[in-house]
């Protein structure tokens, strides 16, 4: 369960090629269990998702006015929540102006601190869907309305102690990469300028792979193979120079269940950002271990272990090599007979 400061919700009304009108509250939402329940349900929605992301605010803050907004909301004090809230409303139709495919909803804004003690601003687009449910009563059919979480596709969060933290190499920005301008338009508005580091995105997904494997309790050739199909996949991508795609990478290392794999490496811990070109020397790290000291070098693949080729001995903090190469064997025999 995730910490609320702060809630509210207006409107944006938008049909496809039209113009965009806002409704806004005069006061914050009431912090009941159900809107505690709403909040972490989006929440958990948008860290599940694969399909993010990360960036920063853009220098240019008069074409991309969310980052004062939030200055004066969350730094100077200058703007309470629900001024501050309806200021971002505006920017938001503004940006979904120029985006003639996008449409409207009710817009969450939440101001809430995670787990790790972060702030953070959450704003989601969500709407109502029209069902069916039974009267525990009479027993009778009745329509029901109720929010559609399943179809939330407009969402990002801004880490708030990040950014004001100062740190230039952070991404405090995220939000859902949707098909079409939708996802640019959400953009704009959170006025993120996109931040992909193809070697940093490459590692954050080598150790996001690895954690799945350990999760997963996979015995050691099991995780062979599964970091193998991953690598396979990775290095085509890398080697035709196009970015990866979290939900064909999910689908081909991990076929049995995909959306389990999506869900891990969706994690904020991991944050990373979909559409970063593969590194091929930091895919390196899915098939072989690397080490070094002023006295040797050795580059070991994983199949060495489960094959037998090799054994690493925890307790003694030992690695025992088999079946050396003839041509090393003689060498090594010859330097023993010349001591």
Known sequence: ?????????????????????????????????????????????????ASKGYGRFEDDELTYPTAPVLRDMFKDRKTSFV????????????????????????????????????DWLLVAIINN?????????????????????????????VNLSAWLSGDPHTRYVGFLKARGDVAEYFMYFLGCRLVVKDTEDTKRLVTGLKDFAHSEGLDQQA????????????????????????????????????????????????????????????????LKFHGKTPFWTVALDRRALSKGHAEYIAERGELVLRNLPDALKAELQAEMNDD
Not at 5 to 32: F, G, I, M, N, W
Not at 87 to 104: D, F
């Open 83 to 118: 001024d501050g809230t309806k200021q971002l409303m505006k920017v938001l139709a503004g940006k979904a102006m120029q985006a003639s495919a996008s449409k409207g909803g009710y817009v969450l804004m939440v101001h809430g601190r995670s787990k790790t003690g972060d």
């Open 223 to 286: 995780t062979d193979e599964f970091l193998r199909r991953a690598h396979g996949y990775c290095i085509e991508r890398s080697k035709a120079r196009e970015p990866v795609s979290l939900e064909e990478l999910t689908n081909f290392a991990w076929p049995a269940e995909p959306k389990k794999l999506q869900q891990a490496l969706a994690s904020d811990e991991i944050e990373l950002s979909d559409g970063f070109v593969p590194d091929s020397g930091s895919l390196r790290k899915l």
């Open 1 to 49: 369960m995730t910490t609320i400061h702060a809630a509210v919700l207006h409107k944006l009304s938008k049909d496809a090629h039209k113009p965009a009108t806002v409704q806004t509250r005069d006061a914050e939402l009431e912090l009941t269990p159900t809107v505690q329940s709403l909040v972490d349900q989006i929440n958990d929605l948008y860290g599940n998702r």
């Open 129 to 157: 869907v029209a069902s069916t449910a039974v009267n525990e009563k009479t027993l009778e059919i009745e329509e029901a309305v109720h929010i559609d979480l399943e179809n939330v596709r407009v969402a990002g969060r």
